[in-house]
């Protein structure tokens, strides 16, 4: 075999490997943000987050925003702060982690998502 033969073949299998390898990792596990197409999915399960003690008597309030991965199942199997309020997250997060939402589809099928959603801790 010549060594221009050799050169073709190993160029023609690295190309195949590139074109395919991209194709492949997007089927085993695809996530989508919501936005555009992507409807954001319906809440179904609703838990209040508990207001810290500690946080209320020092009369911290605030709003946390957090980056979720919803599963295909409509659970949230991520979460994590983008704006703390230092004093608030954790409680934030044992909440939204309790969230349920519908599945999302994509082409009929459920797909992971990627959401941001906020918790609002007020005194009142």
Do not use: C, H
């Amino acid at each position: 075999m010549s060594w221009n033969r050799i050169a073709r073949v190993a160029a023609a299998l690295l190309l195949t490997a590139a074109v395919a390898a991209p194709a492949i990792y997007a089927s085993v596990d695809p996530q989508v943000r919501v936005g555009g197409d992507i409807k954001e999915p319906k809440k179904i399960k609703d838990v209040k987050p508990v207001y810290p003690e500690a946080a209320k008597a020092a009369g911290v309030q605030g709003i946390v925003i957090i980056e979720t991965l919803i599963g295909t199942d409509g659970a949230v199997n991520e979460a994590k702060v983008l704006r703390s309020v230092p004093d608030l997250d954790r409680a934030a997060i044992d909440a939204v982690m309790q969230w349920k939402y519908t599945p999302t589809l994509l082409n009929g099928e459920p797909v992971k998502v990627i959401m941001t959603v906020t918790v609002t801790f007020s005194l009142q």
